[in-house]
T-cell receptor
Framework: GAVVSQHPSRVICKSGTSVKIECRSL??????MFWYRQFPKQSLMLMAT?????????EQGVEKDKFLINHASLTLSTLTVTSAHPEDSSFYIC??????????????FGPGTRLTVL | GENVEQHPSTLSVQEGDSAVIKCTYS??????FPWYKQELGKRPQLIID???NVGEKKDQRIAVTLNKTAKHFSLHITETQPEDSAVYFC????WGGGNKLTFGTGTQLKVEL
């Protein structure tokens, strides 16, 4: 089946630093990738939708200059949390839609990245 | 935009009993409704889904029903087992509109021995 990986799985950083999270589709090409944030005991909140070769579409309330998204290839999207602060600590999950199944609604989720900002 | 409400937020059942989780959605154009199971610290796993042209779907102990008129859908788990304990999320998707999943608030299911 379709596999999505994320790296790193856990990261701890100091306040003010930037952190990059990678999301890869391992056995399929993803034209669209999604980035979610999940706080403890809460639901998944969509942050942005990223299409290969174009700018990401951010959800209302998500700062595009703080959460930089790059989707430079059909198998890789990156999320960079710039100038991270403790309130950015969260579980970040990506998902991807298969290019071959582009006309469908199926999304495959990555394992998530636990970010802790000290 | 789409809004999905989910109830209950917590559900405790005895092993072997059934569990039912309900969701309502606001956008009548939504046409795909997946259910996810998420264990602590892990990715959401798709367990079953239903599309708007179907009223019910079953996969072994899991079933989902959809009432388009009332804009609600439900997850039914029969013969619950301890390994069913997890957080369950419903979601709604509108293909041709936002093309994105909107998740419910989640239900913490605990199956007690």
């Amino acid at each position: 089946g379709a596999v999505v990986s994320q790296h790193p799985s856990r990261v701890i950083c100091k306040s003010g630093t930037s952190v990059k999270i990678e999301c890869r589709s391992l056995d399929f090409q993803a034209t669209t990738m999604f980035w979610y944030r999940q706080f403890p005991k809460q639901s998944l909140m969509l942050m942005a939708t990223s299409n290969e070769g174009s700018k990401a579409t951010y959800e209302q309330g998500v700062e595009k200059d703080k959460f930089l998204i790059n989707h430079a290839s059909l198998t890789l999207s990156t999320l960079t949390v710039t100038s991270a602060h403790p309130e950015d600590s969260s579980f970040y999950i990506c998902s991807a839609r298969d290019r071959v199944l582009a006309g469908t609604d199926t999304q495959y989720f990555g394992p998530g990245t636990r970010l802790t900002v000290l | 935009g789409e809004n999905v409400e989910q109830h209950p937020s917590t559900l405790s059942v005895q092993e072997g009993d059934s569990a039912v989780i309900k969701c309502t959605y606001s956008d009548s154009a939504s046409n795909y409704f997946p259910w996810y199971k998420q264990e602590l610290g892990k990715r959401p796993q798709l367990i079953i889904d239903i599309r708007s042209n179907v009223g019910e779907k079953k996969d072994q102990r899991i079933a989902v029903t959809l009432n388009k008129t009332a804009k609600h859908f439900s997850l039914h788990i029969t013969e619950t087992q301890p390994e069913d304990s997890a957080v369950y999320f419903c979601a709604a998707f509108f293909w041709g509109g936002g093309n994105k999943l909107t998740f419910g608030t989640g239900t913490q299911l605990k199956v007690e021995l």
